[in-house]
């Protein structure tokens, strides 16, 4: 089968790899969709943090946020998953450890990740096996590109959930990437009044074009109580702005990531009262987010700006965008396309 494969630093090919086959406990996938994301992008520059940690080495096979059908079941699988549709958890704990025990699989220290870590082959490619524990069912309604923004979908949904914003809350979301518009479409959904902060002027255009009309920068944000906000973006600066423009027994969620070291000064955090909450991994989120595609009451479709096949994968990866997109933020992949 077809499989994108990064070799090193800047070096991204589709190559002909063995297919996989079912092992015990787990099953074979034909992916129908993927999404490409800044986590893709940073295995491919080399700048990702597990590189230098060394729970991620080239070569490497990306794509953790994926929709397929079933093909094949190992052994001590029901049969019964066999032609269905799904998505699946990229965090796969060693289900032994404490934190597995205690349902936090995401965070055991000997996970592998999907695409990302522990030597997991990604959803990148035709197929795709993974442990039957990590798959969710997606109904109908949900189609394939729905499917494959469920992954990014759960990472929006926890932290619209962290930042506890109800009906009437005034929340802001600064960074209008696909993180940052799909937490803002679930505060939406919350009954919040949502506002978004971002640098340029097309990414705000794009955001306002999704009902959120209040779209600012820096220069143009007005001076208003903010119950919660959501850091979802990749400025060092922005949990310090953020921690500074909460109101006192406010929230502030983390869920974008710099570079380099983001600080802040805790004795305002002690002074204003404020709630900070971390965010990683879509694992607790992805059964809701399924449920609020299912029911319309969040639709992250106009976010896909293209559908492209695995061979344009390299120069997406790059930079690049493909002919004919959208604004949206986000490239999506048909791995049967140009087969
Ligand atoms: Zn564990």
């Known amino acids: 089968m077809r499989a994108v494969v990064l070799s090193g630093p800047g070096r991204c090919a589709v190559q002909e790899v063995p297919a996989p086959t079912a092992v015990p406990g787990e099953v074979v996938v034909d992916v129908e969709r993927v999404g490409v994301c800044g986590t893709d992008v940073e295995l491919f520059t080399g700048e990702l943090s597990y590189l230098e940690t060394g729970h991620s080495s080239y070569p490497l096979r990306p794509g953790h946020e994926w929709c397929g059908r079933v093909t094949a079941v190992g052994g001590g699988v029901d049969p019964a998953w066999l032609g269905r549709r799904v998505t699946g958890d990229t965090m796969l704990g060693d289900r032994v450890c404490r934190r597995c025990r205690r349902g936090q699989q995401h965070v055991c220290e000997d996970r592998q990740e999907v695409g990302i870590r522990g030597d997991r082959p990604g959803a990148l490619a035709e197929q795709l096996a993974v442990p039957v524990q990590s798959l969710h069912e997606l109904p109908d309604s949900v189609d394939p590109v729905l499917g494959a923004l469920v992954e990014p979908g759960g990472n929006a949904w926890r932290a619209a959930q962290a930042a506890a914003v109800a009906s009437g809350d005034r929340a802001l979301v600064i960074g209008p990437g696909t993180i940052g518009l799909l937490t803002a479409m679930f505060l939406r959904a919350r009954g919040a009044e949502v506002h978004l902060l971002g640098v340029t002027a097309p990414s705000l255009d794009f955001a306002r074009g999704l009902g959120f009309a209040d779209a600012w920068t820096r220069d143009t944000l007005p001076d208003l109580p903010v119950d919660a906000v959501v850091d979802a973006s990749t400025d060092p600066g922005s949990p310090a702005l953020a921690l500074d423009l909460v109101e006192p027994a406010g929230r502030v969620v983390c869920i974008g990531i710099a570079g ?62 493909p002919r004919g997109s959208g604004a949206g933020p986000k490239v999506h992949v048909d791995p049967r396309l140009g087969a």
């Open 260 to 321: 380099t070291p983001s600080t802040i000064d805790t004795r305002t955090l002690l002074l204003k009262d404020v709630t900070a909450v971390g965010v990683l991994s879509a694992s607790p989120g992805l059964a809701p987010t399924i449920e609020a595609y299912r029911t319309g009451a969040v639709d992250p479709r106009p976010l896909v700006a293209a559908t492209v096949g695995l061979a344009e994968v390299g120069a997406v990866l790059a930079g690049g965008r």
